[in-house]
């Protein structure tokens, strides 16, 4: 059912890939809700994805662009100002790569000039985003600018690797930039720590389907799946959080407040039935 939450307003989506991206079921709730917003990725990923295929079905334009880069950046909020018909009242940010993850290494193994890599994509590209809106003024005062994170901010999780460091950092650049972008121009920056879900980037984790199964069993209300992420994206998109900002949003089932659950603990103490000289793999 719509509300028409966002009737008249106006975005830009980054980091939808196909239909098990976040930012695709976003995009979709949005214009549900009445959003006018562009579409946004890399050039390499609109040529391995189907962004195609959700502009058609958003009526959305769709402009590649290198979140990385302050230039594409620059280029992409002018044309979608004018694409739009003037500000832009939302902005989302749902983007995340680690090379370091990709090629299998290890924490305390990292290759330095991935590390970077996965900083520039993952964290520093939302600082980009955000230094370039608000030279441009491109954000309408009350708007929203949300980043979807994961609770690796806080706590080590095995395989998460170095997109914890990234995700810590972008929880950060939301705090001090929503300090700056909220007292001057009355934009809201906030974070949703979403629960692991199977997205492309998700599934490039090593045991994520474990980590999966133990979140579900540890969440007293289970996982949110990608779908509600999107429904609580549009509310932080919409006039009724309009205080919200400079906070990291916790959206995942309460597993964030849990420490162990009745279910997780069955499943583990079925361990005990294990040969106790199994050998416990070292690295993270």
């Known amino acids: 059912m719509a509300y028409n939450l966002l ?92 090379p370091n993850v990709r090629k299998g290494l290890s924490y305390d193994d990292l290759n330095y000039a ?18 370039v809106s608000r030279k441009l003024d491109a954000i309408n005062p009350w708007g929203s600018v949300v980043a979807l994170s994961y609770v690796a901010a806080q706590r080590t999780l095995y395989g998460y690797n170095d997109m914890a460091d990234a995700k810590a950092l972008l929880e950060s650049i939301a705090r001090s930039f929503g300090y700056i972008y909220g007292r001057d121009k009355k934009v809201r920056v906030n974070t949703i720590s979403q629960s692991p879900t199977m997205t492309t980037a998700g599934s490039g984790v090593r045991g994520f389907d474990n980590l999966v199964d133990f979140s579900e069993r540890t969440s007293p209300l289970g996982n949110a799946t990608a779908e509600e992420c999107a429904d609580y994206c549009i509310t932080l998109f919409s006039d009724l959080t309009r205080k919200v900002t400079m906070q990291n949003l916790f959206h995942d089932g309460g597993f964030s407040s849990m420490g162990m659950s009745y279910r997780a603990m069955t499943q583990y103490s079925k361990s005990f039935d294990c040969e106790a000289n199994e050998e416990i793999p070292t690295e993270w």
């Open 114 to 131: 991935y590390f970077q890599k996965t900083l520039d994509i993952s964290a520093i590209s939302f600082h980009k985003i955000m230094q």
């Open 7 to 98: 009737k008249g307003k106006k975005g830009i989506i980054f980091g939808a890939l196909n239909e098990n991206s976040i930012a695709w079921k976003v995009a979709l709730k949005a214009y549900e809700e009445g959003a006018q917003f562009v579409l946004t990725n890399t050039p390499v990923a609109l040529r391995m994805g189907e962004l195609d295929e959700l502009g058609k079905a958003c009526n959305a334009p769709i402009i590649p662009a290198d979140a990385t880069s302050y230039e594409d950046i620059e280029r992409l909020i002018t044309e979608s100002m004018k694409l739009l018909g003037g500000k832009v009242d939302f902005i989302l940010h749902s983007i995340g790569m680690s």
